[in-house]
């Protein structure tokens, strides 16, 4: 996701996924390098099922990429990396995605 302008829905799906501590220290830490998940959960102080969830999370709207490698050993390692991606977030471009919402989202009070 470069800065190209998000549909409602896109934009909704970004913000919450970002609206989680968790995983905005996932993405920061990510920000300065790309690490594997045992590694980035002891640097994060978080366990492994719960970093996989959050980064689940992130890389379903496209914020991380995470990509299989093998180590020197043969062990399977999975990588993540920050995704390119710049959310402009002004009372224009919220103007432009609200018309485009689609769902339950559009009608919903909660």
Do not use: C, W
Not at 18 to 43: D, F, G, K, M, T
Not at 50 to 57: D, S
Not at 67 to 93: C, I, N, Q, R
């Amino acid at each position: 996701m470069s800065h190209a302008v998000l549909t409602g829905d896109e934009l909704l799906r970004t913000l919450a996924a970002l609206a989680n501590p968790h995983r905005l220290r996932i993405v920061a830490a990510l920000a300065e390098q790309r690490n594997y998940v045992s590694q980035l959960a002891r640097e994060l102080g978080m366990s492994r099922p719960l970093l996989h969830l959050h980064l689940q999370r992130l890389e379903a709207v496209g914020l991380v990429i995470g990509s299989l490698e093998l180590s020197e050993d043969g062990k399977a390692m999975k990588y993540y990396e920050v995704a390119s991606f710049d959310v402009h977030l002004t009372p224009k471009a919220i103007a432009a995605a609200a018309p485009t919402l689609t769902g339950d989202e559009k009608g919903s009070q909660r």
